[in-house]
Structure formats: C-alpha cells, structure tokens
C-alpha cells in the first residue's frame, strides 16, 4: 500500500514547518522564463526542493527548484520557482502533493503562469493571456488513487476551475497598468514532444486558445483542496497548425516568455495589494 496523499503532504510540512515563519496568503507556481519574478520577493526563506521530504526535484529548462517563502507588493507570498512537469515523470499525484503543501502553508489563492504556444491566431509571441478555463488533454488526473477527504472532495467540481472573481481583479489590474491581455481557454499536454499541426488545428477546433505542458494538474488539486485559482500563460510561439506555422524552438519560447514575463509581472504589482 502506498502511502496516503495526507501522510506525503504531514511529513513534507513537518520538514520544512520551523523554517516557514508567518503564514502564505498567495500562492504562486511561474512557469519557463518568469521565474525573475521571485526575485522582487523581500525577506526571503529559500527552500530547496531537496530538504523537503519527499518532494520532487523539478530539471526543466528555465526551471530552478525551491521554494520561495516572502513578502510581495505586501503580501505574504510562496513561490514554487520551478514547477513540476508530467514531462519529467513526475507522477500527477506528485504534483498534486506540492500543491496541497501550499495550501497547507496557508495560502488561500494560487496563481499559476505558464508559457504557452498561440493557437488563437490573434495571438503573437510575447503576447499575456488571462486563462478563463482549461481542457485536460494529459490523460492523467492528480485525484486518482484513494481520495483523502480531510484535504478534499472525491468528485470536486470544476465548473469554475479559474475563479471568476479573481480574473476580475486581473482584468482590472491589467487595464490599470496597461497591458493588453487576451482571454482564452489553455490545452493542457503531457509532452514532452510538441504538438503536430494537425493536432493544434484540432485543438483550436475544440475551442483552445492556447497549449502547453503544465498547470491542468496543479489547477485541479488546488480546486481540491479548496484553494481558488488565475492562471495566466505567457504566448511564447505561435501554435496554430497552419501555412503560417514555424519551426518553434526552446530557445525562442524562453526569449518571448521574458517579453510577456515583463508585462505579467507589472500586471501583478497592480493586482497583489487587492488580492
Ligand atoms: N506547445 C506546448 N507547450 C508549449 C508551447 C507549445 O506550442 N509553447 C510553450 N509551451
């Protein structure tokens, strides 16, 4: 018998519980090329992924793997700088595990950002979209196994993944601080391999918007465990399938996910104070 999701998520806190000092209120997971946002963070507590029990190690590109514990724009916040990816091999109940432990950290909100390939053909590299709902296309779920009610639901219900109110208050900030932001529907994949053509112009026929390679898992723990949640992606490559499409590579994700990073990150010091 495996051990339960509650006794990971107990022994993972008890780790780290004496260096944690005040309570999170805001949660945030930053996808490829944002990870400068933990930077602005003061009075920062620096946890390696490494010295909390049982916790995987994220390897991807961008990625570094800790988390950061602070204040930001007033907030008490908690970063995971470096996110985990099925990609990795990372099991989705792993990623589920790091989330609760945010929650169990105290934070009450997560905001997830992800970069993510343009399948709207409005959208350009560089570009901000707020997430308004996902499609899990991964195959996989973070819930499946025994379901540990003290942190949630066995059939939690999704029908408002990304909390309205929250993308209210993006909106806002956003048009406060000037920066144009879409609004769509994120494809979530496994990967690691990108998405053929024919497979992005079928997402987009599905309704997406945008796909990309993280933030399904991490949103449905977080519903799970009764956190509320805005992601937003940062459009790094243009994804559409069709005549227009272009080789897309790692290094240019990363270059465009700096561009939409800047504006994410004005964006965010307009939003925290009101969270
Ligand atoms: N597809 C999947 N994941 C991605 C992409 C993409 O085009 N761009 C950035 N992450």
Do not use: C
Not at 21 to 28: D, F, L, S, T, V
Not at 134 to 158: A, V
């Amino acid at each position: 018998m495996t051990r339960s999701q509650l006794d990971r998520l107990e022994a993972a806190h008890r780790s780290i519980a004496d260096r944690v000092g005040a309570p999170a209120e805001i949660a945030m997971i930053l996808g490829s090329g944002l990870g400068h946002l933990a930077e602005a963070v003061t009075d920062q507590t620096v946890i390696p992924y490494g010295e909390i029990e049982g916790f995987p190690t994220s390897t991807a590109p961008g990625h570094k793997g800790q988390l950061v514990l602070g204040t930001l724009e007033g907030r008490r916040v908690v970063m995971m700088e470096g996110r985990l990816h099925l990609y990795e091999g990372w099991s989705p109940r792993d990623i589920g595990l790091a989330v609760y432990l945010l929650a169990r950290l105290g934070a009450k909100k997560l905001i997830v950002t992800n970069a993510a390939g343009g399948l709207n053909g409005d959208y350009a590299p560089g570009d901000v979209m707020l997430i308004t709902d996902h499609m899990n296309f991964t195959g996989f779920n973070p819930l499946i196994g025994p379901n540990d009610e003290e942190i949630g639901l066995r059939f939690p219900d999704m029908s408002r993944a990304y909390d309205p109110e929250l993308a209210d208050k993006a909106r806002a900030a956003a048009r406060q601080a000037n920066v144009p932001m879409h609004e769509g529907i994120y494809v979530g994949l496994a990967g690691p391999s990108l998405e053929t053509s024919a497979e992005r112009r079928y997402y987009r026929s599905a309704g997406g918007d945008a796909v990309g390679m993280s933030t399904v898992m991490e949103t449905i723990a977080a519903v799970h465990a009764g956190m509320t949640v805005l992601g937003i992606s940062a459009i790094t490559n243009g994804a559409t399938g069709g005549p227009e499409q272009t080789i897309d590579t790692v290094e240019d994700v990363v270059a465009n996910a700096a561009i939409s990073g800047t504006k994410i990150a004005a964006m965010f010091k307009t939003l925290l104070p009101g969270l």
